[in-house]
């Protein structure tokens, strides 16, 4: 993180590639407001390093006198690159200040970063704290978005929201579950479905057989353990029927042996039936390890399924997981719909953060990765405060704090708001 970020800002802190913007760097505190009438030097470099030689873009050095405290100024960003802006007061080496923007191509600069969850557990199955709680400790932490995904439960999603219908929320709170189907040692999530699927068998396990003797009856399956592949074909198809999207969950998740064979996970993986993979979740790094090796291996093969972190979470409290495996998703809105349809068109990247909380690394495309690590480091640490203030409201609320329902009314656009600003539009 920028030893400047809560000293200095610079908006917006988005720009768009190839178009001139203008730019106001200006100081949080008042005794740090740049001094009217002194000249000072402005350097901007961009990361990317076009050619041998060429460590930063033409014309980058600038000078400029301060007018109300602040420096205005004009600049046309050529790459989609994160862009140092380095301050200099006049007559000085050492530079006063540094801060970042990023510029983007026109498709990604259209899309808002959301951060979430997909995979989150409650007291309803093997969690600790309630479903709602679960969601306010969330919003305190910063995510925009989670589904409550309990075990064989689609219920405590519906409990998340419903404790929350009478007031406006800046989260999104989303359906879910985790499914288990009978006979069936893989683990699917059920993001944002209107209905259960885990219902189906549990009102009609006959049915469920039925229609997996189906499958293998009438669709050629190139994996020998023939039962298994068409349970989650089934479970897939079930999730995708009403709405939702269907992960493929932990498959090197140890438990005396990896949860899942290599051979079924690579037979998966290649028929592309599940909407994402979840990369990083809530396990060791032995495990996450592994499975991102072998996202990896199968990129090197060609095949390339679109991916979500998670935590896999089972509590929010005095826990190391919750708040360290997570995804960022480029939507067009900020809509269930919007998730679904941006994470099936790989635009999401997998974030897992070390214990140390300064370390992190962000899978997906070298594009995503790159941009990804700018808001990690210069969008999400700002916008973390409001969320905060959310967060905490959202759980006394719950406790039946009336002041703290109309607070959230307040609050329900301020991160929307704080967007705009930060991104220009």
């Known amino acids: 993180m920028q030893t400047h970020l809560y000293k200095y800002k610079i908006t917006p802190g988005i720009v768009e590639k190839g178009k001139k913007t203008r730019l106001t760097v200006s100081a949080l505190e008042p005794q740090l407001a740049f001094r009217d009438g002194v000249e000072y030097k402005v350097e901007v470099w961009a990361l990317v390093r076009v050619t041998i030689g060429d460590y930063r873009s033409k014309n980058n050095e600038l000078r400029l006198p301060a007018e109300e405290g602040k420096l205005s100024f004009d600049f046309y960003f050529d790459l989609e690159s994160e862009y140092y802006i380095r301050v200099f007061e006049e007559g000085k080496k050492d530079r006063l200040l540094q801060l970042s923007v990023y510029a983007l191509e026109e498709d ?30 969330y919003r305190k932490a910063g995510f925009d978005f989670l589904a409550i995904t309990d075990h064989l439960r689609f219920f405590p999603s519906l409990e998340a929201i419903e404790a929350f219908k009478d007031v406006s929320l800046g989260m999104l ?6 499914v288990h189907t009978p006979e ?15 219902e189906l068998f549990e009102d009609d396990c006959d049915e469920y057989y039925e229609e997996v003797e189906k499958i293998i009856d009438t669709e050629v399956i190139d994996y020998e353990d023939k039962f298994t592949y068409a349970a989650n074909l089934w479970a897939a198809r079930k999730i995708q029927e009403r709405g939702g999207l269907a992960i493929f969950c932990h498959p090197h998740w140890l438990n005396d042996t990896y949860n899942v064979p290599d051979s079924l996970t690579r037979a998966f993986l290649k028929a592309g039936f599940f909407d994402a993979f979840e990369l990083v979740g ?43 495996k997570f995804s960022l998703v480029f939507v067009a809105e900020k809509s269930k719909e919007s998730i679904i349809e941006a994470v099936k068109d790989h635009m999401s990247v997998a974030v897992e953060v070390y214990e140390d909380s300064v370390n992190y690394t962000v899978h997906g495309s070298y594009r995503l990765v790159s941009y990804a690590r700018f808001l990690l480091e210069n969008y999400f640490p700002l916008v973390q405060k409001t969320c905060e203030e959310e967060g905490i409201l959202m759980r006394n609320f719950l406790f039946g704090d009336e002041r703290a329902g109309k607070r959230l009314e307040e609050l329900k656009n301020k991160t929307d708001e704080f967007y705009k600003e930060f991104s220009g539009h």
Not at 118 to 127: A, I, L
Not at 284 to 301: G, I, P
């Open 173 to 178: 709170i989303i359906t879910g579950e985790e």
């Open 108 to 137: 990604l600069f259209n899309l808002r970063p959301l951060k979430g969850d997909f995979h989150v557990h409650s007291c309803r199955s093997d969690g600790k704290e309630h479903p709602a709680v679960a969601a306010a400790n």
């Open 282 to 324: 809530g396990n060791s790094a032995h495990e996450n390890n592994m499975q991102t090796a072998f996202y990896y291996q199968m990129r090197s093969e060609g095949v390339n399924p679109p991916i979500v972190g998670a935590s896999d979470s089972h509590g929010t409290i005095n826990t190391k997981l919750f708040d360290r």
């Open 184 to 198: 069936n040692y893989v683990h699917v999530v059920n993001f944002g479905g209107e209905s259960s699927v885990n």
